[in-house]
């Protein structure tokens, strides 16, 4: 059994289809708001899902800037010392100058960029399509909150350990991020450079008609998608809102996507609306990938995914031809413990898909959702 099959529980409670009632009151009343107004309440563009308190006030040095100073920013943050957080005043910043320029690359541990203000609305990091990622992690214990991002030609958000470098702790909070060329939050360690115990939580991550665009078509015409991640462990994705990723010409990558060999994930408690896929923990049948020292299951072969916990999550099309591509689920089979512990076959969980005609159609569909103990699925 393994540490995240311990930590929830998995195992050891009752057996399967146990009832597990939302952790959150968010959720509680979600079919209430979307019984009265037809549409999705909570975790809307200006705001984090409902019970995303704010971080701490900084406890360590400070740095203070405008956007006036958006053509040092990237020196500011490469010269910032662990324990240093960078407040950015009000604003939108242009960081379309390109990588060498206007890339905000984190090589040191320890280090906080947000925004003074604490709306994320007020700072907007803009890279115009010129950059490819405007925010490099490769660091332990980064923290981004509390702002936007938009625009890269590759991804807002780039996070990878370095060879002989892993890295852990990462924590991206109250975060919009729009219109990414590719996918939104990258995570692909390069070499053994592994990001592991991290955690993305309260951000709406978004794909507007404009953006649509701009997505990049190779390989197979739709190369973008919300968060996509790669031989990582021990991961937390919750109350984030993922709205928007699908093309008129090939199939986009998944709302939230974990695999290549990941391993410990609990996606919870996220909205994934008008996506083309929904949920994804684990795709390839075959290849290789990060292992694990203690690895549970040896006699299972390729393991694109290994022990993942998916809860009380609410994903649902307005677009009928989103519905009809969305892989829907209507009964899954849930189990615990070793026998189908790993995730070595595809699987991409969509709860369900809707239309978005009357509210009973909401209200049904809402009451169609598993509400299990941890679990893990198969289909």
Avoid at 176 to 198: L, M
């Amino acid at each position: 059994m393994t540490e995240l099959m311990k930590r929830e529980g998995i195992g050891n409670g009752p057996s399967v289809q146990e009832t597990y009632p939302s952790r959150h009151p968010a959720f509680s009343a979600l079919a209430t708001a979307l019984a009265v107004s037809g549409v999705m309440a909570i975790a809307t563009p200006g705001r984090a899902q409902q019970g995303c308190g704010p971080l701490a006030p900084p406890s360590g040095p400070t740095i203070q800037v405008s956007p006036g100073q958006a053509g040092q920013l990237r020196g500011i943050v490469l010269a910032a010392e662990a324990g240093t957080t960078i407040l950015l005043e009000n604003g939108t910043y242009d960081l379309s100058g390109g990588d060498d320029s206007s890339r905000l690359s984190f090589y040191s541990a320890n280090v906080t960029l947000r925004s003074f203000s604490g709306d994320r609305d007020g700072v907007i990091l803009d890279g115009g399509y010129g950059t490819n990622e405007i925010i490099a992690i490769s660091a332990s214990k980064v923290i981004i909150a509390d702002l936007t991002v938009m625009r890269a030609y590759a991804h807002p958000i780039d996070i990878s350990g370095q060879p002989g470098n892993p890295i852990n702790g990462i924590l991206l909070h109250n975060l919009r991020i729009v219109d990414p060329r590719e996918q939104a939050i990258k995570v692909n360690p390069v070499g053994d450079g592994y990001v592991d115990n991290s955690t993305i939580e309260c951000c709406s991550i978004e794909l507007t008609d404009a953006g649509r665009t701009h997505v990049n078509p190779i390989p197979g015409g739709c190369y973008t998608g919300g968060i996509d991640v790669h031989e990582a462990q021990g991961w937390v994705v919750r109350r984030n809102r993922i709205e928007g990723f699908w093309c008129d010409s090939g199939l986009s990558e998944h709302g939230i996507h974990f695999w290549q060999c990941c391993r410990d994930t609990l996606v919870e408690e996220n909205v994934i609306f008008d996506c083309a896929r929904g949920i994804g923990l684990g795709l390839s049948q075959t290849g290789s990938c990060r292992t694990y020292p203690d690895d549970p299951y040896p006699t299972a072969g390729f393991k694109d995914h290994i022990d993942g916990v998916i809860r009380n999550n609410f994903v649902a099309a307005a677009d009928r031809d989103l519905q009809r591509r969305l892989r829907t689920w209507q009964h899954l089979r849930v189990v615990e413990g070793p026998p189908l512990a790993h995730m070595g076959a595809p699987i991409s969980v969509s709860v369900f898909s809707v239309r978005r005609s009357t509210e009973s159609n909401f209200s049904r569909a809402f009451q169609s959702i598993p509400c299990y103990s941890p679990y893990q699925l198969s289909t």
